[in-house]
């Protein structure tokens, strides 16, 4: 509705400004952009813009006299804006019509879920590769992080009209897979008396050792007899397998379901390695040297060439993941978007430069890196599990804390910033808890309407008289509410949940104080009436703002 409104006032404006005989000075009769700004400051209209300073540049004039001028000139629709000023030394600051705004508080009572979706994307397929874990062990505090992230950026694609799918990429080929299986042999072994030390490079948690003891239960110890790549690679299979199913029920019980559980080993199977070789060879951007083959990354901005195949013919891990990416296109998905972790940052320009080397546009693979987690309780750091000794699952982080404070404190920040995760805070039913904040407003406005409903009030509706909002603090929720659309598209382009948790905050904040200074329920059926509708419609913003990022948005607390 605003960004409409906007598109039309400055038409408006363009029109004055021919109107006010500026357009001949102007080059080849061009006209200036009409950039919106929100004033901080309600005293500076609804709406602000400096078109005026931008024309003074080219006309050398005082942009005070051009405002002055366009102001004069701008033909204002009467039901939509109240008035023009022009402020400062230039500024052309429009205040909206309270009409205007109550019909807002319509439109979000007629569109009620539909309210803040778009059709920006028009259907274009993106997939978005999030989590990703190595299955070596259960997902960590950092991937909590970056299931949050990953899901609700998804959930905010395809709430603008993209068609977002959810994968999953299991890395189960390669050094990783091979010191499983070896950490699982140890274990094996040592169960049945054996004397074999860990190596340095096997994974050594108590995890490994209840998966040897179900290996060994259900094929005994002749399995350990057999070959050693044939029996590796029966070991690391059954320990893939059992860890994948842990890491996928604890994103379940998360909220996170993914499309396609993708994997590596597949991939090597069906020769893609070999055929992202040949796409490369045949774009002239290979080249040898010692021996060994090397991409010429350094042809896209990479600050090193990179090799692929090493002098003894073992590919490096860096080769499976170009075919990997390659494939994500190859399946028709417009655009790719990855969530990598901050071990990963150096290997962002290598991956693009490889994408571009395929021929894919620059932007058609983006990439996000989620920051590590530090767990506090209160002033103290939290170090290691009380369970594994070792590390803090994910399972432990969501069964003390719950879903919903989990994933809405994972989004209250950039996902490139590190994040100060208190465990006290994230369970304590206080102001001082980010989600239970706009959490409890929910529950407030839920709490209201059935009150109104026992008083005998008439659910609100679209038609209902809203004459009587009249009061500041009215408008300024009504003026959070317009703004929703906008910064959802916003949200969605920049890849950016954390702007849904801030606006949360603030419309949360903005209704708190409301509730607490006027009386919503009265004597005076018309002002009810019409506090009730602002009301219902508080909660369909926040109801769907809490959607699009994953948490629920409970009736009753």
């Not at 500026?22 to 813009?49: C, H, K, N, R």
């Not at 790719?336 to 490889?354: E, K, S, T």
């Not at 109104?452 to 500041?472: C, I, M, T, V």
Request: one cysteine or more.
């Amino acid at each position: 509705m605003i960004t409409r409104l906007k598109a039309e006032l400055a038409d408006l404006l363009l029109a004055a400004v021919r109107r006010a005989g500026f357009q001949p000075g102007l080059a080849s009769g061009s006209l200036p952009e009409i950039v919106w700004e929100y004033p901080v400051d309600p005293g500076f209209g609804d709406l602000s813009t400096t078109v005026a300073f931008g024309l003074a540049k080219v006309l050398r004039r005082k942009p005070r006299e051009i405002a002055d001028q366009i102001a004069a000139a701008v033909e204002i629709p009467r039901d939509v804006v109240d008035r023009v000023e022009v402020a400062g030394a230039g500024y052309l600051n429009f205040i909206l019509a309270k009409g205007f705004w109550r019909g807002v508080v319509r439109q979000v009572l007629r569109a009620g879920p539909a309210w803040g979706r778009a059709d920006i994307g028009n259907g274009l397929k993106v997939l978005v590769e999030f989590v990703s874990a190595n299955p070596t062990g259960p997902l960590v505090v950092v991937n909590a992080r970056a299931a949050a992230v990953g899901d609700a950026i998804a959930r905010l694609l395809e709430g603008v009209g993209y068609s977002a799918y959810r994968e999953y990429y299991v890395n189960d080929a390669g050094n990783q897979f091979r010191n499983l299986a070896l950490a699982m042999e140890v274990r094996c072994r040592q169960l049945l008396g054996e004397d074999y030390p860990m190596p340095e490079e096997a994974y050594p948690g108590d995890y490994v050792i209840d998966m040897a003891r179900e290996y060994l239960e259900r094929n005994g110890r002749e399995a350990l007899d057999a070959p050693e790549p044939e029996r590796r690679d029966q070991l690391g299979r059954f320990a893939v397998e059992r860890i994948l199913a842990g890491q996928q029920a604890a994103l379940e019980a998360y909220g996170v379901t993914f499309d396609n559980w993708f994997s590596e080993r597949a991939l090597r199977g069906r020769g893609d390695p070999e055929q992202a070789i040949e796409a490369l060879r045949a774009r002239g951007h290979l080249y040898e040297r010692e021996g060994a083959l090397w991409f010429r990354s350094t042809t896209f901005g990479d600050d090193k060439d990179r090799v692929l195949v090493k002098s003894d013919g073992e590919i490096t891990y860096f080769l499976p993941d170009i075919a990997y990416h390659q494939d994500k296109f190859t399946r028709g998905f417009a655009h790719a978007i990855d969530l990598w972790g901050p071990d990963h940052h150096g290997y962002v320009a290598r991956m693009q430069a490889a994408m571009q080397a395929l021929g894919h546009p620059q932007h058609a693979l983006r990439i996000l890196i989620v920051q590590l987690v530090r767990l506090m309780r209160g002033s103290e750091q939290v170090r290691m599990s009380k369970r594994t000794g070792q590390f803090v699952t994910m399972d432990e982080l969501v069964g003390e804390v719950g879903r919903d404070a989990a994933r809405f404190i994972f989004l209250t920040r950039r996902c490139d910033s590190p994040l100060d995760f208190d465990l006290e805070m994230a369970k304590a039913a206080s102001d001082e808890n980010p989600v239970y904040y706009v959490q409890y407003a929910h529950t407030r406005l839920c709490s209201v309407l059935r009150e109104a409903a026992k008083a005998d009030f008439a659910a609100p509706s679209p038609e209902d008289d809203l004459g009587p909002l009249d009061l500041p603090e009215e408008v300024g929720l009504i003026k959070q509410l317009a703004l929703y659309p906008e910064l959802v598209i916003g949200a969605a382009q920049a890849l950016e949940p954390h702007r849904l948790t801030a606006y949360l905050h603030d419309l949360a904040a903005r209704f708190h104080g409301y509730y607490n200074r006027r009386r919503i329920i009265s004597t005076d059926t018309s002002l009810t009436g019409a506090r009730l509708a602002l009301v219902a419609a508080c909660r369909v913003v926040i109801g769907n703002a809490l959607n699009l990022l994953g948490v629920s948005a409970p009736e009753r607390m």
